[in-house]
């Protein structure tokens, strides 16, 4: 055997002794003699651990706010110049809040979703395909409706309490309002949508 060999079994039995000797130590340790940590200082090196989480209704008004409030701001103020019609824009803006509900938000949800199917009580068309498309079309001409109808709501009730007073500031079409009662009116569509499928499922249950 030559000594190239020879000096590589020496390193083999030692490394193997190394780690016998370190594997008998641990196992023969009195646990008494062991130091002992709190939770809250074994918690500090725990790099795993997440401190806290966002609820998941907060995350879910945080992901559809920011979605109405960007279709807002690129349809409202991007296309303010190019459509000077009032109708025309509200017709846009409604076609593509159908298309981002469809496409980016309620896709979103699935993928964050921890179980198959959990945050469909968030969604207010829950199905897939073309026909769930056509679907969610449909739903966000009722979203612009209602976001029309909070905007005019409050804007005349502003004149009304001011007298009709010349240069009354009314509220304007930007990306947080918008968002806001965008995400508003789905929400109470879905909680709707969710009591009567509880009722009609308790009614079948009796």
Request: aromatic fraction near 14%; hydrophobic fraction near 45%.
């Amino acid at each position: 055997m030559s000594k190239t060999k020879k000096d590589q079994s020496k390193k083999s039995a030692s490394y193997y002794d190394l780690h016998t000797g370190a594997v008998e130590d641990l196992v023969s340790a009195d646990k008494e003699n062991t130091p002992r940590y709190s939770k809250e200082e074994l918690d500090k090196y725990r790099s795993g651990k997440v401190k806290w989480r966002f609820p998941e209704w907060l995350k879910v008004v945080l992901i559809k706010f920011w979605f109405y409030g960007a279709v807002c701001f690129f349809v409202f103020m991007g296309l303010g110049m190019l459509v000077p019609n009032q109708i025309d824009m509200l017709f846009i803006a409604a076609i593509v809040m159908g298309m981002v509900t469809d496409l980016l938000i309620n896709h979103f949800l699935r993928f964050t979703e921890k179980l198959p199917g959990g945050n469909a009580r968030w969604m207010m068309v829950t199905r897939r395909g073309a026909a769930g498309f056509v679907m969610n079309l449909a739903y966000g001409f009722l979203l612009m409706f209602l976001v029309v109808t909070v905007y005019n709501t409050i804007n005349s009730a502003i004149y009304a309490i001011t007298g009709g007073v010349e240069n009354t500031r009314l509220l304007s079409v930007e990306p947080v309002l918008f968002g806001l009662f965008a995400t508003g009116a789905d929400l109470l569509c879905v909680a709707i949508r969710n009591t009567f499928k509880k009722i009609i499922s308790d009614a079948k249950g009796k």
